[in-house]
């Protein structure tokens, strides 16, 4: 069995305590700043700090610039870490002597097609069919065993095993298309 308890609000009452207590305040020399719709007190705190000392923010984004630099990042992780444009991260990199890298790619060269045939253990085998379970292509797969794209297909071969060439979508959705009329 649960009570009920009745409160009684007085509703009228809270806004009259509001306009005293900041009438109070500011009787006392309390400043009140009134922030635009749509920004927080965080925001705003933060603004007023860059605009005070601009210094302070180019010391702040030399040493981050050093540090994305350091790990590899390219211009784009550069922008949008910094809020910067092109332009102006090569010319805060070049006053300080830092060198901004190019992405690297995600694949490496091609290997060289004259290249003899690979001698395939059971082990890399293994491990190709292991990737290829937990969904990876066999572009990804000959890119994470080092292997050209063809050694993997012969992988395939020799072993009667079928590699994915493209993801997979959700078996859900594709039931649902093969039953759609053509």
């Given amino acids: 069995m649960t009570k009920k308890i009745k409160y009684s609000t007085d509703v009228s009452s809270a806004p009259e305590k509001l306009a005293e ?13 009134v922030i635009a719709e749509g920004e927080s007190r965080e925001a705003e705190a933060s603004r ?10 180019l010391c702040a984004k030399v040493d981050l610039l050093k540090g994305l630099v350091a790990k590899g990042a390219g211009v784009a992780a550069l922008q949008y870490s910094l809020r910067m444009n092109q332009r102006e991260i090569k010319r805060l990199a070049s006053e ?3 060198k ?16 003899g045939v ?10 190709a069919m292991h990737y ?6 066999v572009p990804e797969i000959a890119q994470l065993l080092g292997l050209s794209v063809r050694d993997v297909w ?3 071969k020799a072993y009667r095993f079928e590699f994915k060439t ?4 959700d078996s859900g959705n594709a039931s649902q298309e093969d039953n759609q009329p053509t």
């Fill in 96 to 98: 300080n002597g830092l």
């Fill in 118 to 127: 690979a001698t395939l253990n059971d082990a890399t085998a293994g491990h």
């Fill in 21 to 33: 207590a900041v009438e109070h305040y500011v009787s006392q020399g309390g400043v009140i700043k």
């Fill in 132 to 137: 290829s379970a937990l969904g990876y292509t």
């Fill in 166 to 169: 493209t993801l997979q979508k």
């Fill in 48 to 57: 007023t700090a860059r605009e005070a000392d601009p210094e302070t923010e």
């Fill in 100 to 115: 901004i890298r190019c992405c690297q790619p995600v694949r490496r060269a091609r290997p060289n097609r004259t290249r």
């Fill in 154 to 156: 012969d992988i395939g």
